[in-house]
C-alpha cells in the first residue's frame, strides 16, 4: 500500500518526531524519550514516517539512527507551491477582467 | 493597476485546510459578480491555458454549478458546486465535488466559505477550503492541471533565473 505523505505528517506526534530528528540523527530510544508515550508507540510512528519516506535508518554498531530525508521534506513545499501557483494565475486573470469590465462601464 | 494588493496562500496541514486571501482593485458589487456569475467566472476560473466551461449554474442556496476544467486537448474535468448558504455581498459557502460528465459526484469533496469586504474601493476575498484529505487537493491538481501547466511555469521559472545569472 502505498502511504499517503500528507497523513504521515498530520500526525502531532509525528511532527514532532519530524522537528527532533532534523536537528540530529537519533536512535528510537532517545527520541521516545521525549514524548509521555510507549517506545512501541514511538516505533510504530517511525515505520510510519519511513515508509513515506520521510525518514531514514543508519546502523551505527548495534545502534540504529533515525534521520530525516530533507528532500522528501522540500517535495511538499514544492507540491504546495504549484497549489500556490494556480490561485496566483486565476487571480492575475480576475483582475484582467475586472479591469476590462470597469474600462466597459465608463 | 495597484501593484500593492495583497496575496497570501497558507496551508495548514494539520486541520487539512488552505487559506486564500486576495485584494482586488475593484469595488465589492463587481468581485462579488465575478465569483458568482457563470459568464464572468468562466472568463478567469481556469488557469490559461485550460478553459473553465460552466454548463449550469444556478446561483441560489441548494442550487449548484456544473462545470469542466478543458484541458488545451480538449479533455474535460468536471466538477460539482452545491451553495448552502449565501450573504449577498458578503459570504458565500458551497461544498465542491470532482464528478463525471454525467454529474455523478464522487465523494468525498472539500468545504468552501467565501468572505467578500471593501475597504477605500479594494476589495478582500478570504477563501477557506476545508479537504476531507490532503490527498484530495494532489489529486485536484492532477486533475486540473496536468499536461505540463505548472511544469511549464516551473521551468520558465528556472529559465528566467539561469537567464538573469
Known amino acids: 500500500m502505498r502511504r499517503d505523505i500528507f497523513q504521515a505528517i498530520a500526525d502531532p506526534t509525528r511532527r514532532a518526531i519530524i522537528t527532533l530528528i532534523a536537528l540530529q540523527a537519533m536512535t528510537p530510544n532517545a527520541i521516545a524519550d521525549n514524548f509521555n508515550t510507549t517506545r512501541q508507540s514511538v516505533s510504530k510512528h517511525l515505520r510510519i514516517l519511513t515508509e513515506c519516506e520521510l525518514v531514514k535508518q543508519e546502523q551505527q554498531g548495534r545502534e540504529i539512527y533515525y534521520s530525516l530525508e530533507i528532500n522528501k521534506m522540500k517535495e511538499i513545499d514544492r507540491w504546495l507551491n504549484q497549489f500556490r501557483k494556480i490561485w496566483e494565475t486565476r487571480f492575475n486573470q480576475l483582475d484582467q477582467v475586472l479591469s476590462t469590465i470597469k474600462k466597459q462601464k465608463k | ?142 486533475m486540473g492541471f496536468q499536461g505540463g501547466f505548472t511544469m511549464t511555469l516551473n521551468y520558465l521559472e528556472d529559465l528566467l533565473a539561469t537567464l538573469s545569472k
Open chain 2, 1 to 142: 493597476m495597484k501593484n500593492n494588493l495583497l496575496f497570501d496562500f497558507t496551508v495548514d496541514k494539520a486541520s487539512k485546510t488552505v487559506f486564500v486571501n486576495r485584494e482586488f482593485d475593484a469595488d465589492l458589487s463587481l468581485v462579488w459578480d465575478a465569483f458568482t456569475k457563470q459568464e464572468i467566472l468562466d472568463q478567469w476560473w481556469a488557469p490559461k491555458p485550460w478553459m473553465s466551461k460552466t454548463k449550469t449554474m444556478d446561483f441560489k442556496v441548494g442550487g449548484k454549478r456544473f462545470y469542466a476544467m478543458v484541458s488545451p486537448e480538449g479533455q474535460e474535468h468536471w466538477s460539482i458546486e452545491k451553495y448552502t448558504s449565501i450573504s449577498p455581498k458578503s459570504n458565500f459557502k458551497m461544498l465542491n465535488a470532482f464528478a463525471d460528465k454525467d454529474e455523478n459526484p464522487e465523494l468525498p469533496g472539500s468545504d468552501w466559505d467565501l468572505n467578500f469586504s471593501e475597504q477605500n474601493r479594494t476589495t478582500k476575498v478570504s477563501i477557506i477550503i476545508k479537504n476531507e484529505s490532503l490527498a484530495r487537493m494532489e489529486q485536484m491538481i492532477e
